[in-house]
């Protein structure tokens, strides 16, 4: 056994902490190890009780504990002392004495070794489970239908058909999946938002010129998705107030509800528009392909008239994804734009709590179907109100009256919806329909009549398990006919998976499991690039980017020529 002393310190009944240096040697001596313990059969100095005793000692470590047993020589009330390793503390002895750590290191015993594996196996599996909370964005109790990609001999091995798979896909983990390929595995956007006063224009752009519009009156109604995106933004996790490291740039904009409350006209949109880009060097910088523009309605970025000529590398959010039926080029792009839900009233999408209009039991629905909406000149439409009349007691097709005494309220309007157990959703100005989402929280199946609509989060949802497509060009009694011969079991199976999805459709913060904005910025993180281009930047052989004139970016004074 080697000469070794440790100093321990007792006071008021609480034993201070103990560490290797506090293992002086002694002269002469040699060092023993047990356990990583250092042990001694030398005299050990306690203070007790401000009390210094001497105690003849002997040492037994253990995993986690070393207890010194002593043979009192002044206090026989002491006996033992416990020193938990986790508990010690350094305490230095004196600098003319010589410290063991110096010249002794510690080993480890198999049970320490094995209680290191342990916990690096654990460590591994916590790890793991965040990784998958990351991957997975949605918790059992809201978890949207998954997109099967199961092989056809897997589904032949597993004797399931591909409906059967997609339903596991379901109900076996009810997780939902973003793919990681091209997407990542968790989120990690940096999106500046662009403040109101830092560039000349977006007042108007918000607000109208006279300043009198606010985001409360445009936040209602089809246009309200500019809004709330823009104040979930503000409000994100991912957003960042440092323009350098930021990877996307979000332009805020409620033009559409300025533009619809006489704010401003087309042309002084136009013109707006171009004038605030004008302000944006790293518009420039990127051509604007790292740039976020809101279109919330069915016009879509058409709003701006010369999209065509500065909008056609930016990434635009819209439920709007076809325009070719009223002009040549549509300004929607599958590449780099991205489908959004459209803006479902909120009192129908809380996410606890009651709603303003509650489902009905399909039992007591009267109708197999309806169309609640504004003919608008459509051919569809049209061909809808002549088949209600037809045969009225299937299909119900009151059209909706917008003003007057006979206006259809919002309470109203759900429950006429909730009243049938397929809800028609025919194209009207544009492609898409807000009845297509509205209809998932009255919990009827969504019939789409539109052959050009786009639908959001494709890469993540079958929508052949919660809606069905019908051609518009065949609207008539052969649509009914096939409505009636689906029966209320599998109308069920698709109201129960079309419950788990509606999520998606509502606009709430991205860190709740299951929403409209998490999706989006899933979408988003998609866009992100690491070098970005335009017409007017070029680059040195010292990285640093200058434009036609040879002038540092970050010596670029607006106005600027756009890309």
């Not at 509800?257 to 790293?282: A, F, H, W």
């Amino acid at each position: 056994m080697s000469g070794r002393a440790i100093k321990l310190k007792h006071e008021e009944g609480m034993v201070q902490e103990l560490s290797a240096s506090d293992l002086v040697l002694q002269s002469g001596g040699t060092s023993d190890y047990d356990g990583g313990w250092k042990y001694v059969n030398t005299a050990i100095k306690v203070d007790i009780f401000k009390v210094s005793p001497l105690f003849s000692s002997t040492v037994s470590p253990g995993l986690s504990d070393l207890s010194l047993s002593f043979a009192p020589s002044l206090s026989p009330s002491v006996s033992t002392v416990t020193l938990r390793k986790r508990k010690w503390e350094m305490k230095a002895l004196s600098n003319t004495r010589a410290r063991a750590s110096s010249s002794a290191p510690l080993y480890c015993t198999r049970a320490h070794q094995i209680g290191a594996l342990i916990l690096v196996v654990l460590t591994f599996f916590a790890t793991r489970l965040l990784d998958r909370y990351s991957d997975f964005c949605f918790a059992s109790s809201a978890s949207p239908f998954l997109r099967s990609s199961v092989s056809p001999a897997t589904l032949e091995s597993s004797g399931r058909s591909l409906e059967e798979e997609r339903f596991q896909s379901v109900f076996g983990d009810g997780r939902l999946n973003w793919p990681k390929r091209g997407y990542g595995s968790r989120l990690f956007l940096q999106i500046y938002v662009y403040e109101e006063s830092e560039i000349e224009g977006l007042t108007e752009l918000m607000h109208g010129r006279d300043g009198k519009i606010t985001a409360e009156m445009c936040v209602k109604g089809q246009w309200g998705t500019q809004v709330k995106i823009h104040q979930l933004l503000l409000k994100s996790n991912f957003r960042t107030l440092d323009k350098q490291k930021a990877q996307l740039f979000f332009v805020p904009s409620y033009v559409k509800c300025v533009r619809m409350m006489g704010g401003l006209t087309d042309k002084e949109i136009n013109q707006t528009y171009v004038k605030i880009l004008s302000q944006m060097p790293y518009f420039r910088l990127s051509g604007g392909r790292d740039h976020i523009f809101v279109f919330p309605s069915g016009a879509g970025a058409h709003l701006f008239r010369s999209w065509a000529t500065y909008l056609n590398r930016p990434i635009i959010l819209s439920p709007e994804g076809d325009r070719t039926d009223k002009r040549d080029r549509t300004a929607f792009d599958t590449w780099k734009d991205i489908i959004i839900p459209g803006n479902v009233d909120d009192g129908m999408t809380k996410f606890s709590g009651s709603t303003m209009v509650r489902p009905l039991p399909l039992s007591k629905r009267k109708h197999l179907a309806n169309f609640l909406g504004r003919a608008q000149g459509k051919i569809g439409r049209l061909q809808l109100l002549e088949l209600a009349k037809a045969f009225p007691d299937k299909l119900e097709a009151p059209e909706l009256k917008l003003t007057g005494p006979n206006k259809l309220g919002k309470v109203e309007y759900f429950e006429h919806l909730r009243n049938a157990k397929f809800c028609l959703s025919p194209r009207g100005e544009s492609s898409w329909t807000l009845r297509f989402y509205e209809a998932f929280f009255v919990e009827c199946v969504p019939v789409i009549l539109s052959d050009q609509v786009e639908l959001p989060f494709q890469n993540i949802i079958d929508y052949t398990q919660i809606s069905i497509k019908w051609p518009a060009s065949r609207i008539g009694i052969e649509l009914l006919e096939y409505l009636e011969s689906i029966s209320d079991k599998e109308i069920q199976e698709m109201i129960s998976r079309g419950r788990l999805v509606r999520c998606l459709w509502v606009y709430a913060p991205e860190t709740q499991p299951c929403s409209a904005m998490l999706g989006i910025m899933w979408e988003l993180q998609r866009k992100v690039r690491s070098f970005h281009q335009s017409t007017e930047t070029f680059w040195l052989h010292n990285g640093s980017v200058v434009n036609r004139n040879l002038i540092p970016f970050h010596d670029w004074k607006p106005p600027m020529p756009l890309p």
